[in-house]
Every structure is written in structure tokens, then in C-alpha cells.
């Protein structure tokens, strides 16, 4: 779609001057030169710059809200914000940003890329180093992404649960438990760092003091890798959303948000 708004922009300057000299050179009228012709040159070269801005990366996602058509359908990767600057566009007074990102593949595999969107000025600070977010991308073609807008939140979650794996940072058997278990919440009695890393991510080793839905109350051991950005939220003292299986409640999961500060 881009590159055919493009093409046609260019295809009517093109004609559009062409026509206009055509009539000039032809005309036995003096000023054939003059007259409506004339405004077909000048809306072509205002219509060129028009197509070519608004059909920039990051342009026609922040005016449609979805992905373009080149990257609508790509696959789905896990992008991790290495660093963010501004272009100069602006969009309804909202700049756009390049966003430098460390790329995951549904393979396994990282490269480096980067994606270009309109943020508006009040979640720019979101955009930190180290905010993971699912992109778009086209395999053979890693030199830029874009910042998925599908609102796919299953396949976003899909992406991340199989690179935890890959990574060892958590198992199926932990994903099924947080797919199937009771939802509750938890507070921590104790912490304990064993010293184990795994993808960069410290083990830490909790007790829990867990409350069931009917108000009784169980005590659980489990262990959870996590960045060290994440590590101030399982504090002793802290209340953590957990998820647990009825008929084994010495196995249950942590859950906690991706990008949490």
C-alpha cells in the first residue's frame, strides 16, 4: 500500500507536467501557457511530499491504527528497547521515535533492528531500556520492524511463554499451571538468592504465604528467575498475584507484569 500511494503520487506529477507542456507547446493561443492547466504541476508537487510523509514508517499505524500491509501479517517476536530517538516528524504535535531493539524470533534467534511509530508525549517515558514489546517482523528482512498493533494479546503471550522456555527461565508445566490454576494472592515470608542466573535473569527462592478464595490460608516454596528490575517486587512483605492448582498446592506460579518498573 505505501509504495503503490507513492508511485501514484509520482505517476500524476508525472502526467501532470507532462499534460501541462503538451498543452503549452501545442496550443496557437497565447497564453496557452495559462489557465486551469497550470494547477495540475502544482497540486502534483504538493501531493508528492503529502504521500510520501504520510505514508512514512510509523505514519499510516498511528493514523489507522494497525499495522501496515507489508508487516500485517509477519511473524510475531519479542523486541527489547535498547534506546529511543527522535526523528524530527511530528504527527498532531506527536513525535515520532526510532526505536533501537534487540529482537527475539519465534526460533530463537536475536538480531539487532529497529521500528519507527508516533508516540503520544505522555507514554514516551514508557519507552525505556529494557521495556520488552512485541513487534512484527519479516524473516530475510531484520533491518526494521514494527511494533505490533494487532491487540493479539494471546500471540504476543505465545511468543514470550516459548522464549522463557527456550531460556529455561520457567517450564510447561509452570505454563499450565498459570493457564489452569486458581487465581489468588500471596504474600512473602522469606527470599533467598542461591546465586543461579540463567539469560541474565537471578534465581530466587520464595516462601509464600498463600490465601485461598474462601479466605483459609497454605504455605508454599517456589523458585522464579527474574530481572533484576523485577527483583524489588517479590520483597518480603510484598503481596504477589499467584496462581495455584487445587489438587497440588505445593506447586504454583508468581505472576507478575512484563514491563513492571
Known sequence: MKNQIRVGALVFLGLSIAYYLFHGITSDDVFGWVGW????PIIGFTVVPMAFAFTGDGIMSALTGNNSAEFRNGLIGLGTVQGIGHTGVTLNDQPQVRIDLRVEAVDGKVFPSHAKMIVPLTELALLRPGVV???????????RVEIDHSGDAVAAQDAMNAAMV???????AKLDIARRGVPAQAVVRSLSVPGEIRDG???LDLTLLVTRPDGSMFEARTEKFLPTSQVGQVQ???VVRV???PENERELVISLPLNAA
Do not use: E, N
Open 37 to 40: 492547466q497550470m494547477a495540475l
Open 133 to 143: 514489546l512485541p513487534v512484527r517482523y519479516l524473516p530475510g528482512r531484520t533491518d
Open 166 to 172: 527456550r531460556k529455561g527461565i520457567t517450564t510447561p
Open 201 to 203: 535473569h537471578p534465581r
Open 236 to 238: 518480603i512483605g510484598r
Open 243 to 245: 496462581h495455584y492448582l
